[in-house]
């Protein structure tokens, strides 16, 4: 079985929910997520009723449609800048690299998606598994839940 938690950003519980299998119904009590939040959300597998070593974790950040689009042009737009600022090594476009490598993470922070910023950072060539939100069912692997974003 496993456990799924998600957290604010104080680190309350919002939601747990025990189950033996890989998918759960959040229930319609559960407080609705603030846009441009980040929430801290944790899988523990059990075994015997008991965690296990293994673990995952991630942040996921809820945004409304029009923050998801905004957001996703900006990035799209700072990574084709940073991709022709990469070739040729020379100082200036190392420079320019280091430039738009913060104005990308800087786009995550303002939107509250700290964890496309720290994807990025860790990885600098972008390849990550960004989690933010615009509409629709909100997927931690197997997990799906009813987003809870105004106007949806």
């Known amino acids: ?18 189950t033996s299998g890989l998918s759960a119904t959040m229930p319609p009590d559960v407080p609705d997520f603030e846009l ?26 809820f945004l409304s449609p029009q923050d998801g689009e905004a957001l996703r042009t900006q990035i799209d737009d700072l990574k084709s800048k940073l991709a022709a600022a990469k070739p040729g090594g020379a100082a200036s476009a190392a420079d320019d690299a280091g430039l738009y490598t913060g104005l ?18 860790i990885d600098d060539e972008g390849r990550s598994n960004i989690l933010y939100h615009s509409a629709g069912p909100v997927v931690f692997g197997n997990w799906a839940s009813t987003s809870m974003i105004a106007g949806d």
């Open 104 to 121: 990308i993470v800087d786009a995550y922070l303002r939107f509250g998606v700290l964890m496309g910023a720290l994807d990025f950072t």
């Open 36 to 61: 441009k939040t980040p929430y801290v959300w944790r899988l523990t597998g059990l075994a015997d009723g008991r965690p296990t070593k293994k673990a995952a974790w991630g942040v996921v950040t």
């Open 1 to 18: 079985g496993y456990v799924f938690t998600i957290q604010d950003p104080d680190g309350d519980v919002i939601w747990s929910v025990r």
